[in-house]
């Protein structure tokens, strides 16, 4: 069988496998291809995060909120819902307008509607 060129090949390794092989290599317990043996992992791979070649960043967009301010806003959705006076969407979204404005943050979103569902 022909390999097919331009498609990705499904993972076959853990990402927790992947920082084994790269911190071996960086501790220099292991070389780049006993590492790939050893974990399973492609030697591209390896050498690519060894070399700094891959940035661990996670994929798409930034998150509009920090953590800390989502996790209060579930809260007190939560505690809304709990109370008989669950949040409507319109309602929750003047919250992430109100969040935005005091904290003088720019936003991608349109500061009048709010961001979307």
Avoid at 19 to 48: C, G, H
Avoid at 83 to 101: C, E, N, S
């Amino acid at each position: 069988m022909w390999p097919t060129i331009g498609v990705a090949m499904p993972k076959r390794y853990t990402t927790e496998e992947l920082k084994y092989a790269v911190s071996s290599v960086k501790q220099k317990r292991l070389t780049i291809t006993q590492a790939y043996r050893e974990f399973k992992v492609p030697r591209k791979t390896v050498e690519d995060h060894v070399k700094g070649k891959v940035q661990e960043k996670a994929p798409g967009r930034s998150p509009i909120l920090t953590t800390n301010e989502e996790s209060s806003m579930v809260n007190y959705m939560k505690y809304s819902a709990q109370q008989g006076f669950p949040l409507t969407r319109k309602i929750a979204r003047q919250y992430v307008i109100t969040i935005m404005k005091q904290n003088g943050r720019q936003s991608l979103f349109n500061m009048n509607k709010g961001p979307s569902d």
